[in-house]
């Protein structure tokens, strides 16, 4: 069944509205299960009904209002942009399962996206073609490099200086040499200060800047990409949204996710867990997986306390900066001033036009991405701030486009207090120190999450480490 856009925002709202009334009917009789599962993000969603299978009793813990965590779709935007949780690639066969089993259906962009992958350079306020580009006095690039866009080249050069042979076991001790930064990495293939300044520091889609980012991290994503898109050519979306699979999959669970449920304490005993959140309630159970990222895991008092290297890593690792608005077009002014919609820029970061309509060729709207520093930037300034100066930078650039962008969506992923950045990151010398440790169990207390994948990446990810954290639960309840 296809649904617009209407009626996926319906039926979305009514899954949660009736999830809502019934976990508050269950609270006074349903406080003691076999598991208690904080976060009902991709991979809390799946332990909880993984292990539900299993036949253990299940209770999954939101501190927000909705189910997803890091996957959130501006529905009310035409076009139905991601703010997070973007594309399901052709071997994310965990989640393609998943899909499957929720009955939403996905659908491949390759064919729309192929068609408008070109984005317009705007380097100080002004755009730039191609061939502008190529004498420019901005370009710094070698002569036999002198035609490559600013964004094709660490991608080029981590592909083909990628040190990994193969992905498994990528972040073992054997690859701590490779566990160094970005930088250095690009200084080593002969990329010089300006290049890595304009080619990653401008709209770090990792860490704040080359100096941040470890370069094993980096190639373990290169790697990845590669093989995903080598295994089938397709990049997925859901129809109506990516947050629509979150949403199905909450409604398949025995107990109904519990929302506004701020966990606050976990402690644990050799005979069970206990759980208390802001409001004063308590759960108990047997064992308790969190689904959360280390930044909100900070905030949790744990006893008896992580030890060691594990402590380390939750409380420094990082996760990304990214601030993110959904623009409303009301006229094609690309038509105008003849240049792609998209733009690649050193001001407020990428701005990328929305194909989802009937027409492949019409605009559904815009979604502007400002990582690292430009995400600060734009937080700092509020978000009525953000969302004007955004506008404003725009209508700068594309003077055609002045009255037609109207803001309808945004959203801070460091400013969540529920993520407190998008995805995680390594800093350099901390792959093989960290992630060996993330995922291990401490005791009755469970740990999953993307960030303690260890052989897939976003979404995938995700899942890979709900199936694994409900795995040692299962055997350890046995």
């Known amino acids: 069944m296809t649904l617009s856009r209407r009626e996926f925002l319906l039926h979305s709202s009514v899954l949660t509205g009736a999830t809502l009334l019934a976990g508050r009917r269950a609270w006074a009789v349903e406080d003691t299960a076999d598991v208690i599962v904080v976060g009902a993000g991709l991979s809390g969603l799946q332990a909880a009904w993984t292990l539900e299978q299993k036949g253990f009793k299940v209770l999954v813990l939101e ?6 965590g890091r996957v959130f779709t501006f529905g009310n935007v035409h076009g139905v942009p991601e703010a997070g949780g973007n594309i399901i690639y052709g071997d994310y066969r965990r989640l393609m399962a998943v899909a499957t089993r929720v009955a939403v259906p996905l659908e491949d962009q390759v064919p729309r996206l192929s068609k408008h992958s070109k984005f317009t350079l705007v380097l100080d306020g002004k755009p730039m073609s191609r061939s502008e580009w190529v004498d420019s006095p901005r370009n710094p690039f070698p002569p036999a490099l002198r035609e490559m866009m600013p964004w094709q080249y660490v991608p080029l050069v981590t592909s083909q200086e990628n040190p990994l042979t193969s992905t498994d076991g990528w972040y073992e001790a054997k690859n701590a040499p490779f566990d160094v930064s970005m930088r250095d990495f690009l200084r080593k293939q002969g990329a010089t200060d300006p290049m890595i300044e304009l080619a990653y520091d401008t709209i770090p889609t990792y860490g704040v800047n080359a100096k941040d980012i470890s370069a094993l991290m980096m190639a373990y994503v290169s790697a990845f990409t590669a093989a995903q898109k080598s295994a089938k050519p397709v990049m997925l979306q859901a129809r109506g949204g990516n947050q629509n699979i979150p949403v199905a999959m909450a409604a398949q669970l025995r107990q109904p996710v519990r929302f506004n449920q701020t966990v606050k304490a976990i402690e644990t005993t050799d005979a069970g867990v206990s759980v208390r959140t802001a409001d004063g309630a308590r759960y108990t159970a047997r064992a308790v997986v969190c689904a959360v990222p280390f930044t909100t895991l900070r905030r949790i008092n744990l006893r008896p306390d992580l030890e060691g290297v594990q402590e ?42 929305i194909y989802h309509e009937a027409k492949d060729d019409q605009v559904s709207s815009f979604l502007v991405s400002a990582f690292g520093p430009g995400a600060r930037h734009l937080d700092r300034l509020g978000k009525e701030g953000a969302a004007r100066y955004v506008v404003a930078q725009i209508e700068q650039m594309r003077p055609a486009a002045k009255g037609a962008l109207q803001v309808i969506g945004q959203h801070s992923w460091e400013q969540d207090p529920f993520a407190g950045g998008a995805w995680a990151y390594f800093n350099p010398g901390t792959v093989t120190k960290f992630l060996p440790a993330m995922f291990q169990p401490r005791g009755r207390l469970h740990f999953c999450g993307e960030h303690t994948s260890v052989s897939a990446r976003g979404m995938e990810g995700a899942i890979e480490s709900g199936e694994r954290a409900a795995g040692a639960v299962a055997q350890q309840l046995v």
């Open 63 to 68: 501190g927000r209002d909705r189910v997803g």
């Open 312 to 353: 380390r890593a939750v409380k420094s690792l990082p996760y990304q900066p990214i601030h993110q608005v959904a623009l409303q077009v009301s006229r094609p002014f690309w038509e105008d001033d003849d240049l792609e919609p998209s733009m690649w820029t050193d001001s407020i970061g990428r701005v990328s036009a």
